[in-house]
């Protein structure tokens, strides 16, 4: 499956954006979904997951109460809500999907093994 995230720009602490991956080339409901992020110098890092038919989700602590991640198998995309943003969610950001059986639960472990990758899209968050 192939992978195009968009939605990235600069704003100012505390404003939201949107993020949007659309997928193509496979059925994209057959796969758990994620979204990472990567600031310069620093490892990427696990934001978000969420399984087949968006039933489960799950969260890095960082992000938790803030960003919400959701599905629509329907247009073939997955979508990150960013809130109350600050400049400590700086980075690129990146989508991701892994081939999961079950539609409910996503494959452990929810922060590894995604082995479709879209290209990055910039978030920058100024104080």
């Known amino acids: 499956v192939q992978l195009q995230a968009s939605g990235g720009g600069l704003v100012k602490a505390g404003d939201s954006l949107r993020l949007s991956c659309a997928a193509s080339g496979r059925p994209f409901g057959n796969y758990a979904a994620a979204w990472f992020r990567q600031a310069p110098g620093q490892d990427r890092e696990f934001v978000a997951a969420?399984?087949?038919?968006?039933?489960?989700?799950n969260y890095a602590d960082s992000v938790k109460g803030r960003f919400a991640i959701s599905r629509d198998n329907a247009k073939n995309t997955v979508d990150l809500q960013m809130n109350d943003l600050n400049p400590g969610d700086t980075a690129q950001y990146y989508c991701?999907?892994?081939?999961?059986?079950?539609?409910?639960?996503?494959?452990?472990?929810?922060?590894?093994?995604?082995?479709?990758w879209g290209q990055g899209t910039q978030v920058t968050v100024s104080s």
């Open positions: 991701a999907a892994k081939n999961s059986f079950s539609t409910q639960r996503i494959p452990l472990p929810v922060n590894n093994g995604y082995n479709n």
């Open positions: 969420i399984s087949r038919v968006g039933s489960t989700t």
